[in-house]
């Protein structure tokens, strides 16, 4: 998928059509880059991904990013880019729905073994 | 700003403390691109960026990019990557509010010499 196609990506109707938390799903791409939608909810594990900054856009819900030494707290409309290398661990009380933008192929644990498989939809 | 402080970026409050359109406002960087939100009514220029992929999310109102060969409608809550090379022009009939990745420094006329200065807030 070297070019999206000419119409709109509506990133609700994208969100509607899977279930599962923590499993990012494809939506375009940009740049080397998969600009992704996720629903998330519970606690992630610590990670850090030493060769890109990872940023996250909350479309719904609410998330926490836990920093090591901050947390950030982020609603609808709001984000926020954790720099690379550093450990956080994001965290919805309940679901919440985000877009993310990481490099194609970073490992959504930091760690290939116990990462997601990204899927294009 | 190699480095994005930790705290929420609110795009509605950043839209919120300035005006004028077609001026984008950077409000976080990531992996070498400026995270930019931006006021737009009318037509812009036909342009194209020939080493970059061109990211378009609406957050509020309506925009249309014409193509050459297509035109895209896009609502709140969808985007649209405009791949390089591809010339394109951006319209809004009514006051939309954008959120735009391109890499930093990119003119967002596709010509240094008629851009807008990029400015962060």
């Known amino acids: 998928m070297s070019h999206d196609p000419p119409y709109a990506i509506d990133l609700a109707g994208k969100l509607a059509g899977f279930d599962g938390h923590w499993q990012p799903r494809t939506v375009a791409t940009f740049n ?23 940023l996250f856009l909350v479309l719904a819900g609410r998330l926490r990013i836990e920093l ?28 919440a729905h985000l877009l993310l933008i990481e490099p194609t192929g970073t490992p959504n644990t930091g760690d290939p073994a116990t990462a997601a498989q990204r899927r294009t939809i």
Request: glycine share 10%; hydrophobic share 35%.
């Open 32 to 54: 080397g880059h998969d600009v992704m939608v996720v629903k998330v909810q519970g606690e992630f594990v610590w990670h850090s991904h030493d060769d890109t900054d990872d």
């Open 68 to 95: 090591p030494h901050a947390v950030v707290e982020l609603g609808p409309g709001q984000l926020f880019v954790v720099p690379r290398g550093m450990q956080h661990r994001p965290v919805a009380d309940e679901e």
